[in-house]
């Protein structure tokens, strides 16, 4: 549906797996554009405003209007624009119809082929006056692509003799201490399968001349089973040396002592929606028409917990990270080394760079791999819309107003954000490792990887069933091998794994409920007058609308923290059961518009418009709760929580285009538009403290020993005006 939409000028679109998914109008994201569905809000399974197309198969639709200047009578909420998606009905059609259609997707770089089906049917009995419409669709989709992802470049400043063992002459560039240098390289096959499925239907009747009742239905079900294979290259910092610094001061080329690592990264998806509504039409009289409208749309994604993130690791060897080559992406070569105790580099030292180079690793070895980092992840979604209308159109017989519109709006939004993940558990390996036995693991190459692109990439590695190796994780026996391992007290990896072991479970800090309730009156009048053979229409309105939303989130007490004993810098810390937050604010706006048209003559028509129109806050940002990293680092105290206080976005808006009509099939128009937005939202920084009860363990991390630790808190908040 998205692709459609980018052919209108000033539409573009963000694509997932290859797909349209998410519009931009003017500049202004998914979450400035209203998407509606027949004139009435459609539930989406995405955590903000922001909707998803890949949700709707295109097939269903019948048309879209795109108003990217506002209107008294159109829903608020868009400052980039309303969009409205059309499906088709009966009465319009007017007569029996049956279309159906097939055809095959064909992936080469899945070497898959998917089928795509589609059919519509439709009458009209009792002389024209009821008809009924029924569409299905179904898109099944499969995809392989080939991918580099690099995290950021963080700086790092370094002593003197640090850079003697990181340089590989010993100094760096002359009179310089800080290097950044590229956090991490995954290279990644990602395979997608897709099935998209999505149903329509639409009854109407005429009771009589007078009047029309119409209902509409639509269901739709979008699920993704994405599976990322990666071998990722990560830092060890300590452990840089023979590095090479370019002269913007960032480090190009280095060796460390690291373990290869392969991640199995599944990013599932298990969405629909439903949206019924009912619309009866009444000509009350010559002059008068009034229109009443209910709809109710649900939506959900039921991915809570359904995500892994599981990492195996190689034995450790010398990684080469290599950027100098002017390639797309660095080159990370792998080599096996022997460690010595002998004072190999000469530095007058015997330590861990101290080492025989060996052969290179050209591909990972299932007979040595061993347990890293394991987690079950994902966050779920559910979102109620429920809206009641009134609109009315009065003609006028007069030489100059012509109409007059008015009508009443009430909308309830109910938006439930769920998360579940693995707990502590989710390192537990990773701190002490096991190896993990040959028979659950395989060496597989990924055909044609990176073929396109300059550079020596490796095609080969690790493949496993992730929940044999959940399970065998989990399995008592290996739990008493790293306890055996590493000479602990029997009994207590298992202790520390918990009775839930790697089981996805609903963190309450990390979820939220935001009620939001509407309420909007409007009026709009339109004049059209002639000037010689020119015709001009003025539409002028006013719509005042009322917002209040209720915004419950939780946060934990924080009883301790301590040093974690096994990785530097990490912190461990105790929480409370999460308590629960609530907050109710409450405002409004009152909206003016004015449109102008003058048609010049058959070939000439230009337009002017001033509108004031608003964006809510997105959902997400209006959470009062506070999240904090599971991994806390000392050196990166950082929470995450919303806003509850937060206004719209409202923005002044001004609109100026020209038409020129060459012929019936040709068309010339230069556009301009100007707005200032003001209340716009960012997420900032600010320090707050913790108080922890005592008695504590501050003492071992802190060095002034009080009970307080204070860190960074991101929050939204808004700044000044925007001019776009």
């Not at 405003?49 to 269903?60: E, H, M, T, Y």
């Not at 480090?251 to 599944?266: K, M, S």
């Not at 502590?424 to 993990?436: C, D, E, G, K």
């Not at 940002?621 to 999240?627: D, E, V």
């Amino acid at each position: 549906m998205a692709e459609s939409l980018q052919r209108i000028s000033g539409v573009s679109i963000s694509r997932n797996g290859g797909e349209g998914s998410q519009v931009t109008v003017r500049g202004f994201g998914p979450q400035f554009n209203t998407v509606l569905v027949n004139g009435r809000r459609l539930a989406s399974e995405t955590a903000g405003r922001g909707f998803d197309f890949s949700l709707l198969p295109a097939d269903l639709i019948g048309g879209a209007d795109v108003f990217k200047s506002s209107a008294a009578d159109l829903q608020e909420g868009g400052i980039g624009s309303t969009i409205n998606l059309r499906t088709q009905r009966p009465l319009d059609i007017g007569k029996f119809s049956a279309v159906a259609s097939a055809r095959g997707l064909y992936d080469d770089k899945a070497d898959e082929t998917a089928p795509q089906v589609f059919g519509l049917i439709t009458n009209t009995f009792a002389d024209d006056t009821v008809g009924l419409l029924f569409s299905a669709s179904y898109q099944g989709r499969k995809t392989a692509n080939d991918q580099v992802e690099g995290a950021n470049y963080p700086s790092r400043t370094y002593d003197e003799a640090r850079k003697t063992t990181l340089f590989a002459n010993g100094v760096g560039n002359e009179g310089q201490d800080t290097y950044a240098h590229q956090q991490q390289n995954r290279y990644i096959r990602a395979n997608e399968d897709r099935e998209r499925f999505g149903v329509t239907s639409s009854f109407q009747y005429l009771p009589s001349e007078n009047t029309k009742l119409t209902i509409d239905g639509l269901y739709s079900s979008f699920s993704v089973e994405a599976q990322s294979i990666a071998a990722l290259q990560y830092n060890e910092i300590p452990t840089f040396h023979n590095a090479i610094a370019d002269e913007n001061n960032v480090i190009v080329r280095y060796d460390q002592i690291g373990r290869p690592f392969n991640t199995f990264l599944a990013s599932n998806r298990d969405s629909d929606v439903f949206q019924i509504g009912a619309e009866f039409e009444w000509n009350i009289s010559d002059s008068l028409v009034g229109i009443f409208d209910w709809s109710n749309s649900r939506a959900k994604d039921d991915n809570a917990g359904g995500n892994y993130f599981v990492v195996v690791a190689s034995s450790p060897a010398i990684q080469r990270y290599d950027n100098t080559g002017g390639f797309a992406a660095p080159i990370i070569t792998n080599y096996q080394f022997t460690q010595s105790t002998s004072d190999l580099n000469g530095d007058g030292v015997v330590d861990q760079f101290d080492y025989v180079l060996g052969d290179e690793i050209t591909q990972p070895d299932p007979n040595e791999q061993f347990s890293w980092a394991s987690t079950r992840e994902g966050a779920g979604e559910q979102d109620h819309i429920q809206e009641f209308k009134a609109d009315f159109e009065w003609f006028v017989d007069s030489d100059f107003l012509t109409k007059v519109d008015f009508g009443a709006y009430y909308g309830e939004q109910e938006k439930i954000h769920t998360d579940a993940h693995t707990n502590n558990s989710r390192t537990l390996y990773a701190n002490r490792p096991v190896p993990i036995p040959s028979e659950l693991l395989s060496l597989k190459f990924r055909d044609g990887y990176l073929d396109a692109v300059p550079g020596n990439y490796s095609n080969s590695y690790i493949d496993y069933d992730v929940e044999a190796l959940l399970d065998y994780l989990e399995d008592p026996e290996t739990l008493a091998l790293r306890d055996e391992i590493y000479g602990l007290p029997e009994g207590t990896s298992a202790a520390t794994l918990g009775p839930d072991g790697f089981d996805a479970l609903i963190d309450r800090s990390r979820g939220y409920t935001i009620q939001e309730d509407i309420t909007s009156l409007y009026v709009n009048a339109k004049f059209s007058q002639y000037f010689d053979e020119m015709e001009l229409t003025v539409n002028t309105g006013l719509r005042y609308t009322e917002t209040e939303t209720t915004s419950t989130g939780f946060a934990a007490q924080y009883i301790d923290f301590a040093p974690n004993p096994l990785r530097d810098d990490v912190l461990d810390f105790i929480e409370s059961e999460p308590d629960e937050l609530s907050q109710t604010t409450k405002y409004d706006n009152w909206l003016p518009n004015i449109t102008a048209k003058l048609r010049v003559n058959d070939i000439v028509i230009l337009r002017a418009a001033f509108s004031k129109t608003l964006t809510r806050p997105n959902l997400g940002a209006l959470n009062p709760g506070i999240q904090i990293n599971p991994g806390l680092r000392l050196s990166d105290l950082r929470g995450v929580g919303g806003n509850p206080d937060l206004e719209p976005y409202e923005s002044t808006n001004f609109d100026f285009s020209s038409e020129f009509y060459v012929n019936d099939t040709t068309l010339f128009s230069l556009g301009l538009f100007h707005k200032k937005i003001d209340g716009y939202v960012v997420r900032g920084e600010q320090r707050e403290a913790i108080t922890v009860p005592e008695p504590n363990n501050l003492d071992s991390i802190t060095e002034d020993r009080t009970n307080t630790v204070s860190y960074t808190h991101l929050r939204a908040h808004e700044t000044d005006s925007y001019l776009v």
